[in-house]
């Protein structure tokens, strides 16, 4: 067995592979749980299942919770709001993505299982001798890829939002590298400037380098044509990077090695899983034997009756808010039919609570404000708890009363600065069990007259 440490991630061949990152700026946040590593180490050694023909559930379970963080971290960071069928594209991508991944570590390590002599290996000895290959798989190897995988969610949702603006910021402009050792290879694409629907971009984009920080940017700049020597071999995206993660959803495409170089089998190994654990199983329900309410797959979100996965709490909301905040939701979802809400576990970080909601893959939180004053407290308080999306809910407090929809645009002018910085993508108000939205749609090109007569036009809609 070659030393891991003598190659080069993703090389694609059937040995184990050292990744490289690019450098230490990226916090991987993630640590993989023992006790599945355990589990799938003694189901494989025990041969309850084929590692060519199947793939052990343990391990896909770590894989693709894993995955589906970086992908949530990733979206999170980005100021786009991604349409709910985009996010359900990505979490496909990352359940087939972690199935071929598993299977390629499954039968690494089942190869280790016997000794020169053709032997069995004592369970102990076995372990010892793989623990090198799973240091790779679920640690250099795993950070790489999560590392990747949230650089390439957050550009994928910026691409949404690049589409969603095109008519205004026709353009793309590669911006270069954060990256404080940035490689050689993207600085001949540093500044260049094309239409969104250029070739160009099908060929080369931010991203398709592992650990790659360049990003791009929409611009409305004329554009400076292809750089020369764009099509050169050297050039080209990295297996598995190669596609466009903001078109077809997948953080990582069909040519990675996983995929393209798997062993025999896996491909048939991994559609047989998926149809027959993920996909059947994406709309199976639990129920919860001390509440009698139906879980959700991994047994801590409740699903609501009447909603469906549309509205899900957390086992561990806080059940001093957890009625209002499902009021709340609910006139969310009746006024936005593709919306998704999940009701947060109740944490208290330094001090503060956690944001209540994950609205559509965004963390947001619910301001009962008392008065229009009420506003600018709410945006400081949000921006203090890390809110992308703010709901400020009206029926609280000032649902018995007129709506001041005037006093209220004015008010929420005051923070036209945090929309148009991308601090806050939305904001939503509640009044009377229906929903409003807000985003910098209203800001942009307009001056403070037409913002405020267009805000006050969207709240006027909900007091109708």
Known sequence: MPDPDEIDYMSGTATPLQCKADDDDVSTAFVFDDKALQRALKHIYEKDFHPMTDVEESLFNETFRIFSQASDEGISKSSAEIPVDFKEKIDRGNAIFSAFKVHRMQNDIATQMYDSNGDLKPFEQWKKDVHPMLDHHVGHWLKTEYDTAVIRARQAADWQRFEQYADILPNLE?????????????????????????????????????????????????????????????????????????????????????????????????????????????????????????????????????????????????????????????????????????IREHILEEGRKNPEYTINGKTADRKGIESEDGIASAFRKGKKQGCQTLVIDLDMHLGHKPLKSIRLSSELYGRHADFENGIISKCYFIYRGRAAEIDKKVFNGKSKHEALKAIQAILDKIAE
């Open 174 to 342: 590669w911006m270069p590298s954060t990256s404080a050792n940035p490689g050689a290879d993207h600085k001949v694409f540093w500044g260049t400037i094309l239409p969104i629907n250029h070739p160009f971009w099908s060929a080369h984009r931010p991203g398709d380098r592992w650990n790659c920080k360049c990003s791009l940017s929409a611009t409305d700049e004329p554009p400076t044509g292809a750089p020369q020597g764009s099509t050169d071999p050297k050039d080209r995206p990295a297996p598995g990077l190669d596609n466009n993660p903001g078109v077809d959803g997948k953080l990582f495409g069909d040519t990675h090695p996983y995929i393209a170089n798997g062993y025999d089998g896996a491909k048939d190994a991994v559609k047989k899983f998926l149809e027959e654990k993920v996909y059947r199983q994406e709309d199976v329900l639990y129920a919860d034997p001390a509440t009698g309410k139906e879980l959700d797959r991994s047994g801590k979100y409740y699903i609501d009756p009447d909603y469906g996965k549309r509205l899900q709490t957390s086992v561990r909301a806080d059940r001093t808010e957890v009625e209002e905040n499902t009021r709340a939701a609910k006139a969310l979802l009746d006024s936005f039919p593709k919306m998704k809400v999940k």
